[in-house]
């Protein structure tokens, strides 16, 4: 196929990751699938082949990344396409969430792939193409409660990847936000969601209240990874990709309240803020 290309994809071993890579692989490009656990990975793909080349991958650690993008360059010679998707949610109100789980939360969802990016972009820049996409969250547009940390460091990547768009669209690169609201992927279960370290009284009822809510909700999200992995492949394959995805229903109905929300307070204080000019 004349249109194959190199994807390297992070957190390749559950959920929309591995999702994308079995699409990205179906479509006849070549993957580099990559994860903290490689053997994991290589369970759910069956192991690397002429077309696919797990390796293994701790998104913080920028010598193992090195280390994986040399073995990678060596089997493929390239990299067309970047997935920034590994990530970690850690939840929990901001006063009862220790520095170091933000510390974590923000090494993991921002400096994660910030690492990746880095370690890519010479190759992308040497190529004058390249693609890279960063899938952020519902949670990187809107604030929820009991997500300071997940949202700060979405909020965060989404900063992030718009200044980066405008930085390396000189050299032929192409990026894009993908804002996924509620999949049915493993982010929700017990084994996944990192809560809160410390305890403070004054949130103990109302944590009380939310936090059997978001626990529910694994396993019943209505949207398929699957079909968003085939979106996602759709998208790649333009000509001109998008610079962001909101992807689900329920993100666009969410991205739209925001939107109705920032224009009700533009228009409230629209004359105050309009005046603030310095009088010559």
Known sequence: MSNTKVWL???????????????????GNKVIATGRNSEKVAKELGGSTD?????????????????ALDTAIEKFGTVDVLVNNAGAFYAGYFEEISAEQ???????????PMNVTRAVLPIMRSNKSGHIITVSSTAGLVGYELCTAYA???FALEGWMESL?????????????????????????PSSTIWNELNIADYAERIAILRPGWQAMSGTQGGDPAKLAAGLLTIAEESIPPKRWIAGAD???ETERKINELEGQIEAYRQLSSSLAIEN
């Open 165 to 189: 768009q405008l930085e390396v669209s000189q050299f032929g690169i192409n990026t894009t936000i993908v804002n996924p609201g509620f999949f049915r992927t493993n982010l929700l279960e």
């Open 51 to 67: 077309n696919l080349l797990v390796v293994k991958m701790d998104v913080t650690n920028p010598e193992e990344i090195n280390t």
């Open 152 to 154: 700060g460091s979405k």
């Open 9 to 27: 994809i992070t957190g390749a071993s559950s959920g929309i990751g591995l999702e994308i890579t079995k699409a990205a692989l179906a479509a």
């Open 251 to 253: 993100a666009i109905a």
């Open 102 to 112: 933000m510390q974590k939360q923000f090494d993991i969802n921002l400096f994660g």
